[in-house]
């Protein structure tokens, strides 16, 4: 089949087919031996989509409004069929999967209360909560799975008290949380655990209503969203800001462990803290793909994308692109080519980018430091990783030692 230029349109076959082996942290090789930035995918329902892995071309679709986010638009999932399930609009709140003017009420309303200087005050706040946990490890002794000891405690507690979680519930909330997001929880399981979750939150905001206290839920309570409204919101700051970071916080250290020489300048240099976090970011692009729908015939990458059509966007693959970035597939914590994709672009650019930022560069060295002799349990061949049908790419343990 051929596009309307005359170019050979290619097929990619498939998005879960997992990665090369000894190769953990990059895209599946049919992202990256992709002969350009823009490839057919046929969804497993059978609708002929696109497939976006060029740097620049992603960048465009996030950046245009032609491209929507609205849920009730995308087919159901990249890997799986769901069958003929018709997908609703989003809820209430969850203003990812939304366009404007609705995304745009939502998050002015959070935008003040995620700014750069606000969260950079939380850093303090954010260092007692690692040194606390790192003196759990230390205590503990080793061996510890690293995202239970660790990556998935920190943020887990910084978006509890953002939320204004109470900490006697903060336990089994978290538990719930991560059921449902994990990839691996099955349907039943995923429904109940996702259901006592948006019941927690209802009596939550309910809470915040009736007694508010400093957190950001309780400052929302005072704007004209709805309680329902409330609830979705508290659900999207949970799933942006919980289990990415703690993905990365595993995947970054996972990686840093493999590359010992690294390890060591990230430990003693505190000047490539920075730098290190955004190459760690761009090489490991734990929110992998986003969905877009057409919302009347595009021009793209020489090709038509009809109106209607589900485009799929690799932040992944566009991380990877060697047109853009130099030896791509290389972890370089000194490189200076920023401008990655790792929290997406555009008018849905991640809300919460700066709080995932002001963890990582306190979490990473803070680790490092506290274990200078930090190294993994096992074979990094048998570190489990999350299945590839999981919407955030990460670990399923990191069994990590040290010398005590």
């Known amino acids: 089949m051929r596009c309307h230029s005359g170019a050979m349109e290619h097929t990619i076959p498939t998005l879960g087919a997992g990665r090369e082996p000894g190769r953990p942290f990059d895209p599946a090789p049919e992202l990256t031996g992709a002969p350009g930035p823009i490839s057919r995918y046929v969804f497993p329902d059978g609708h002929r989509g696109w497939l976006v892995t060029g740097f620049d071309l992603a960048r465009a679709v996030l950046a245009d409004p032609r491209f929507s986010s609205r849920k009730e638009l995308m087919r159901h999932h990249p890997t799986i069929d769901y069958g003929d399930i018709e997908v609703p609009p989003a809820p209430p709140g969850e203003f990812l999967l939304m366009d404007e003017p609705q995304h745009g009420r939502y998050r002015g309303l959070l935008a003040g209360r995620f700014t750069a200087r606000r969260m950079r005050l939380l ?9 606390e946990h790192l003196d759990a490890m230390e205590q503990a002794g080793p061996p510890a799975d690293l995202l239970t000891a660790f990556a998935r405690p920190v943020p887990a507690v910084v978006i509890c008290e953002l939320l204004g979680v109470p900490y006697a519930d903060r336990g089994s909330f978290q538990s719930q949380v991560e059921s449902f997001m994990n990839g691996e929880t099955s349907d039943e399981d995923l429904f109940a655990a996702y259901t006592a979750t948006q019941q927690y939150l209802a009596e939550l905001v309910a809470a915040k209503r009736a007694h508010p206290t400093d957190d950001v839920l309780s400052e929302l309570t005072g704007s004209d969203l709805t309680d329902e409204e409330l609830r979705g919101m508290s659900l999207l700051l949970l799933a942006a800001g919980l289990d990415t970071t703690a993905n990365m916080i595993a995947l970054g250290t996972f990686a840093l462990l493999r590359d010992p020489a690294q390890a060591d300048a990230l430990r003693t240099d505190p000047a490539l803290v920075d730098p290190a976090v955004e190459e760690l970011l761009r090489y490991l692009s734990v929110a992998r793909t986003f969905l877009r729908t057409t919302l009347e015939d595009v021009e793209l990458g020489g090709r038509t994308i009809g109106a209607g059509t589900t485009v799929i966007v690799s932040y992944h693959a566009a991380n990877r692109d060697p047109a853009r970035f130099t030896d ?32 990582m560069r306190v979490a990473f060295p803070a680790l490092l430091r506290r274990f200078p002799t930090l190294r993994l349990a096992v074979p990094d061949g048998e570190v489990p990783l999350r299945p590839e049908t999981a919407d955030i790419f990460g670990v399923r343990s990191l069994p990590v030692t040290w010398d005590g």
Do not use: K, N, S
């Open 123 to 131: 850093t303090e706040r954010v260092e007692q909560i690692t040194t």
């Open 328 to 359: 791509p597939h290389r972890l370089d914590l000194a490189r200076r080519e920023g401008g990655h994709l790792a929290f997406g672009h555009g008018l849905h650019l991640c809300l919460g980018a700066q709080l995932a930022r002001v963890e």
